[in-house]
């Protein structure tokens, strides 16, 4: 398989950079001017007077691709609205997630994205903006912040992407195999992941667990990339036959450890994608066959939309779940090109590509922002 892949790992540094940009204290962006030429008819006042509006994105989680993804989402659709956007990840910090959610709300902010929030800290902070007269999204957070009045809770369709998943492993292996389960528990997606996996193991008896690990850190895919080899020497060929791994940090780390014990006869079943994780699985030769996703970036772009309809005043739902995909490694080896996270869509129909929530309006906002 001969491929160019300097185009997906550019892609990838790119969105790299814009998650460095926007962790730093001083990363603010500012808003930009409009197009006096296109009409503003039909556009919500707040956003037709053209009066600034400022947006906080805080996630938890990072040091991933996957939450570079997100930010550039959110941060593009912001912007692509008129809106000044500034994000930051605490990179699994607990103690610093919360701390910029509370500096940000004596920071005349008029929404607020929260990602990855997942204790009953994050519910009073929450709670905390909203008695400020602030809107907010939550993504992949505590269930709990779907009972506060005007709050939306976005996840993605996390029982299909453990089910996308699991399908495959018990099909290929035809439900007989001694797997190791990468997966980390306190986190609502995990939570819901893990319970579809219990049912399937129930359902399976053949499906042995023999190992499992999971952390959520800064360095997840080297703490994982360690687990996994120090399995390998317990495991010797024929005694381990699979990793599910929940995550796309579990994944990448599970990889480089089959990779370089040359133990790539172990299948990666996975969850979550990005530009990093599709160019090691078109590598000729991985161990990573499947992985379920919902494109990270639209999840931010429309976590964006759903705050911009509360700040204009329009009805929202209290939560909302964006549609899982499988992607498979002989699909993505078999494109004629390197496959990234913008040209995925030529392989899985309607990738990346959601009007949810996309109002007319913010269509008109669009145009008139345009560079």
């Known amino acids: 398989m001969k491929r160019n892949l300097f185009k997906s790992t550019l892609v990838s540094a790119l969105a790299a950079t814009l998650l460095l940009t926007g962790c730093a204290s001083n990363g603010e962006t500012k808003q930009v001017s409009g197009n006096k030429n296109v009409s503003l008819e039909g556009v919500p006042e707040r956003f037709a007077k053209g009066d600034p509006v400022k947006i906080k994105v805080i996630r938890k989680i990072g040091g991933d691709d996957h939450t570079a993804q997100f930010l550039a989402g959110a941060k593009e659709e912001g912007q692509a609205l008129g809106f000044q956007v500034d994000v930051f990840t605490a990179n699994g910090d607990t103690a610093k997630f919360h701390d910029a959610i509370n500096q940000a709300l004596d920071q005349n902010y008029d929404g607020f994205v929260i990602s990855h929030g997942d204790d009953d800290a994050t519910v009073n902070d929450v709670k905390k903006i909203v008695e400020k007269g602030k809107s907010v999204v939550a993504f992949d957070s505590n269930p709990k912040l779907a009972d506060i009045d005007g709050v939306t809770l976005t996840s993605q369709d996390d029982e299909a992407l453990a089910t ?82 929940t995550w796309d940090a579990f994944a990448i780390g599970a990889a480089r450890a089959l990779k370089e014990a040359g133990r790539e006869e172990v299948k ?27 494109d990270p970036k639209l999840i931010g772009a429309v976590d964006m939309r759903l705050l911009a309809k509360k700040l204009a005043g329009e009805e929202t739902p209290k939560t909302y779940d964006l549609e899982a995909s499988l992607v498979t490694q002989k699909n993505v080896q078999d494109s004629k090109e390197a496959v990234n996270m913008v040209n995925l869509a030529t392989i899985i129909p309607g990738w990346g590509q959601s009007t949810a929530f996309e109002e007319d309006w913010m269509k008109t906002l669009k145009k008139h922002y345009k560079k």
Not at 192 to 209: L, S
Request: net charge positive; glycine share 6%; charged share 25%.
């Open 164 to 245: 996308l998943a699991l399908d495959q492993l018990v099909k290929e292996t035809k439900g007989k195999a001694n797997i190791a389960y990468l997966w980390v528990d306190g986190f609502p997606p995990m939570v819901r992941r893990n319970k579809v996996y219990q049912d399937v193991i129930a359902k399976n008896p053949g499906i042995k667990e023999v190992e499992r690990f999971g952390v959520a850190a800064a360095d997840t895919s080297v703490q994982t990339q360690n687990a996994v080899a120090a399995m390998l020497n317990k495991y010797p060929k024929g005694k381990l036959d699979a990793i599910f791994a």
């Open 268 to 294: 990666i079943y996975g969850i979550d994608v990005s530009n990093a994780d599709l160019q090691e699985i078109q590598r000729k030769g991985s161990a990573w066959k499947y992985t379920a996703a919902v």
